[in-house]
């Protein structure tokens, strides 16, 4: 069955620092895209970055990189020179090429930013 | 440009009431998600919409329906409202149903309490 793991309920940072947020998935088809949101106090799920399973490099958006480690069946996220406003909740979240109107979620990692 | 649109952004009902939550997508964007996020958890899929017609639906009780209009605009019902519906209710919208590497983009969500 179809399922995300984000094992890290709250972490902090200090400012100017790298933070990584642990992702494990599991899926049975092979054919599958991987993400990750901020999610604000205001609720917004804000999209950052993006990792499909056929991908053979790691994908990078500016200050977000994803660390795709296909047979351990994980997609951390690293976010570099950390800011106050990365502050937030954090969710990775799947969906396979079976069905893929449907986000898997996981439960979320807290990011604390410390000035 | 503007973003995906919910209405109300917080609402509070009594139990047993019904409740209608509306979403307006992205122009251009054909296709409308609706997620529940209970507190403390990772957004759940309700239902996908797609060119009006229903294409996916998460694990939840009749009670439960959508709509989407010929203006790619959705509303969420919600009837014999529970406790347990307290949540926020977040809409997605996305160009198309089948693009696995496209990040839906989601709206600030509403707010919905019930007592």
């Known amino acids: 069955a179809q399922k995300i793991t984000q094992t890290q309920p709250g972490m902090f940072v200090q400012e100017k620092e790298a933070v990584t947020l642990d992702c494990t998935y599991d899926t049975s088809d092979p054919s599958y895209g991987l993400f990750w949101y901020k999610q604000p106090s205001s609720g917004e799920m804000i999209f950052l970055i993006y990792q499909g399973s056929y991908d053979q490099q790691n994908a990078t958006e500016g200050r977000y990189s994803l660390n795709f480690q296909k047979a351990r069946k994980s997609a951390n996220l690293v976010i570099s020179a950390s800011q106050l406003g990365d502050s937030a909740m954090y969710f990775c979240?799947?969906?396979?090429?079976?069905?893929?109107?449907?986000?898997?979620f996981g439960t979320g990692t807290r990011l604390k930013v410390l000035a | 440009d503007a973003g995906v649109t919910q209405s109300p952004t917080h609402l509070i009902k009594t139990r047993g009431q019904h409740v209608t939550l509306r979403c307006s997508p992205i122009s251009g964007h054909k296709s409308v998600s609706w997620y529940q996020q209970v507190l403390g958890q990772g957004p759940q899929f309700i239902f996908q919409y797609y060119e009006k017609e229903e294409r996916g639906r998460g694990n939840f009780p009749d009670r439960f329906s959508a709509r989407q209009f010929p203006n790619y605009s959705s509303e969420l019902n919600v009837n014999a409202l529970l406790l347990g519906d307290s949540a926020l209710y977040l809409c997605a919208s996305s160009p198309n149903r089948d693009s696995l590497n496209y990040g839906y983009t989601f709206g600030s969500g509403t707010r919905l309490t019930v007592v």
């Open positions: 979240a799947m969906r396979e090429g079976r069905g893929t109107y449907k986000y898997i």
